[in-house]
């Protein structure tokens, strides 16, 4: 869970400084923030839903976990886009851009933590 509130602080931290930019509306929506408050939220439920799987469930049963979350992730997204993009949104093309921007720093982040939570695991069963 640390890991991913440092996670969403670089990414803030990162957005910030973007906006400093002169010309940064160009490639910047203003409502930057919406995506990354969503996917920080959606980040932390998607790591506190995979530690509990981790730490309950068998090997077997972990990888549907992981597939699941996956999907839900997107899922969860694609109703968060439709809900801004059909309430009258200006710049929806900058927008969704920036969504999907956003939605893959933190889907590699993600896919980052389980691996590394994997070669701790894997490497626990070698000891045994």
Do not use: C
């Not at 049963?61 to 439709?82: E, K, P, Q, Y």
């Amino acid at each position: 869970m640390l890991k991913s509130l440092i996670a969403s602080m670089l990414l803030a931290g990162v957005i910030f400084g973007l906006h400093q930019i002169e010309a940064s509306e160009k490639f910047i929506h203003p409502g930057i923030w919406t995506i990354v408050i969503f996917s920080a939220l959606l980040g932390m439920l998607v790591v506190a839903v995979g530690h509990w799987g981790l730490t309950t469930l068998d090997a077997q049963t972990r990888t549907n976990l992981f597939l699941g979350l996956t999907v839900m992730r997107l899922l969860l997204s694609m109703i968060f886009i439709g809900i801004v993009v059909f309430a009258g949104l200006e710049g929806k093309v900058l927008w969704v851009a920036n969504f999907f921007a956003v939605y893959l720093f933190y889907l590699v982040f993600e896919i980052y933590t389980i691996l590394s939570n994997l070669r701790a695991i894997s490497t626990e069963g070698e000891k045994t």
